[in-house]
């Protein structure tokens, strides 16, 4: 996209000036989520985070099914005896930093004499910001997708999102609730602090579910969920804006920028749903919706993790003004404004999150 010069938009002459309407503005939620770390300067691009294994080296299993006796005998010790010492092991997780930027300009021209130039610049530095931050939303979105623990909407045997037939039901919650369950997995009870400081604030113990705005309608019309207006006074809502209800200790949590699958599902005379259509934007095939659901270690530990976009070094700003004379802008007709900033992102325990792919009624 070129820079902004005078004549990009034009001005408002002989019409009211009225206030500057709002503009759509991203929300910060993936990124509050999971263990977060601050990377010191000058130490490497690559972070790495280690889970230990439990007893017997089986991620996320403690003994196996009807293994209790086994277990126990392995902990017997004869008397005067040295038992036969045990070790530990860990599986390492990695991400390398990627570094993230936006760059905005506009001229001399534009900033002096057109009638919105004094409002150019500080807009561009605010969208430099938000954008930052929508592109380390999408970052973990995309991330947290690629999560192996995967459900499919629709007919039980469905395996892969070109198979999606139907909508979220009780019945895959439970399916989700049981298979998390059984890895030690247990509910979030803290996030990132929504404040330009490192920290993380309590929140009500719970697993959230994120996916986009479409998915309300039938989150509404299904059996077992609870309207925010029916918590009662003493919930703490995990997102005041966005969070729409319950099912069980599912926190239902929607946002316009989690964005679905156009048409990847099923054909929609295929759909599973009880007297609804399914929504296609092409008509033929059914759209696909990600929902993204988190929990974390029963006894610590978190299902991902990231760097946290916090403290004073977190994000590099730019302003230079069309004032400022350079080699490479001799008379100062060019300003520019711009940010960047760092992101690595990883799944560190599958087991403790999960993605489900599903419909949504039209």
């Given at each position: 996209m070129?820079?902004?010069?005078?004549?990009?938009?034009?001005?408002?002459?002989e019409?009211?000036?009225?206030?500057?309407?709002?503009?759509?503005?991203?929300?910060?939620?993936?990124t509050?989520?999971?263990s977060?770390?601050?990377?010191?300067q000058?130490?490497?691009?690559?972070?790495e985070?280690?889970?230990?294994?439990?007893?017997?080296?089986?991620?996320?299993q403690?003994?196996?099914?009807?293994?209790?006796?086994?277990?126990?005998?392995k902990?017997?010790?004869?008397?005067?005896?040295?038992?036969?010492?045990?070790?530990?092991?860990?599986?390492?997780?990695?991400?390398?930093?990627?570094?993230?930027?936006?760059?905005?300009?506009?001229?001399?021209?534009?900033?002096?004499?057109?009638?919105?130039g004094?409002e150019?610049?500080?807009?561009?530095?605010?969208?430099?910001a938000?954008?930052?931050?929508?592109?380390?939303?999408?970052?973990?979105?995309?991330?947290?997708?690629?999560?192996t623990?995967?459900?499919?909407?629709g007919?039980?045997?469905n395996?892969?999102?070109?198979?999606v037939?139907?909508?979220?039901?009780?019945?895959?919650?439970?399916?989700?609730?049981?298979?998390?369950?059984?890895?030690?997995?247990?509910?979030?009870n803290?996030?990132?602090?929504?404040?330009?400081?490192?920290g993380?604030?309590?929140?009500?113990?719970?697993?959230?579910?994120?996916c986009?705005?479409?998915?309300e309608?039938?989150?509404e019309?299904m059996?077992?969920?609870?309207?925010?207006?029916?918590?009662?006074?003493?919930?703490?809502?995990?997102?005041p804006?966005?969070?729409i209800?319950?099912?069980?200790?599912?926190?239902?949590?929607?946002n316009p920028?989690?964005?679905?699958?156009?048409?990847?599902?099923?054909?929609?005379?295929?759909?599973?749903?009880?007297?609804?259509?399914?929504?296609s934007?092409?008509?033929?095939?059914?759209?696909v919706?990600?929902?993204?659901?988190?929990g974390?270690?029963?006894?610590?530990?978190?299902?991902?993790?990231?760097?946290?976009?916090?403290?004073?070094?977190?994000?590099?700003?730019?302003?230079?003004?069309?004032?400022?004379?350079?080699?490479?802008?001799?008379?100062?007709?060019?300003?520019?404004?711009?940010?960047i900033?760092?992101?690595?992102?990883?799944?560190?325990n599958?087991?403790?999150?999960?993605?489900?792919?599903?419909?949504?009624e039209?």
């Amino acid at each position: 996209m070129p820079g902004q010069t005078y004549s990009t938009q034009a001005g408002s002459h002989e019409k009211f000036k009225g206030r500057m309407l709002a503009k759509a503005q991203p929300q910060e939620m993936l990124t509050k989520l999971g263990s977060m770390d601050e990377i010191p300067q000058n130490k490497s691009e690559l972070i790495e985070w280690r889970r230990f294994l439990p007893y017997g080296g089986v991620d996320n299993q403690w003994m196996a099914a009807g293994g209790d006796t086994d277990f126990i005998n392995k902990h017997i010790i004869q008397e005067g005896v040295t038992p036969s010492a045990d070790s530990i092991s860990w599986i390492p997780k990695t991400a390398t930093l990627q570094q993230i930027g936006c760059l905005y300009s506009y001229t001399d021209k534009m900033r002096y004499v057109h009638e919105e130039g004094s409002e150019v610049p500080p807009e561009m530095e605010e969208q430099a910001a938000t954008g930052l931050v929508l592109a380390r939303e999408m970052m973990v979105y995309g991330e947290m997708k690629s999560c192996t623990n995967q459900y499919f909407g629709g007919t039980l045997a469905n395996t892969t999102i070109a198979e999606v037939d139907g909508p979220p039901t009780l019945d895959l919650f439970q399916r989700i609730s049981r298979y998390m369950l059984g890895k030690h997995a247990t509910t979030v009870n803290k996030m990132l602090k929504s404040s330009p400081n490192y920290g993380s604030q309590s929140v009500q113990a719970s697993w959230p579910v994120y996916c986009h705005t479409d998915m309300e309608k039938t989150f509404e019309n299904m059996a077992g969920f609870t309207k925010v207006a029916d918590y009662g006074s003493n919930v703490q809502l995990l997102d005041p804006d966005y969070e729409i209800g319950a099912i069980g200790r599912f926190r239902i949590i929607i946002n316009p920028i989690l964005t679905y699958l156009p048409g990847a599902g099923d054909l929609i005379a295929q759909w599973q749903g009880a007297g609804t259509s399914p929504k296609s934007d092409g008509g033929t095939n059914i759209d696909v919706y990600p929902l993204i659901i988190m929990g974390r270690g029963k006894n610590g530990g978190d299902a991902f993790g990231q760097v946290a976009l916090r403290g004073k070094n977190s994000i590099d700003p730019t302003h230079i003004p069309p004032s400022q004379k350079s080699k490479s802008d001799p008379h100062g007709q060019r300003g520019y404004v711009g940010a960047i900033t760092w992101q690595a992102q990883a799944n560190l325990n599958d087991d403790w999150m999960a993605v489900a792919f599903v419909g949504t009624e039209q």
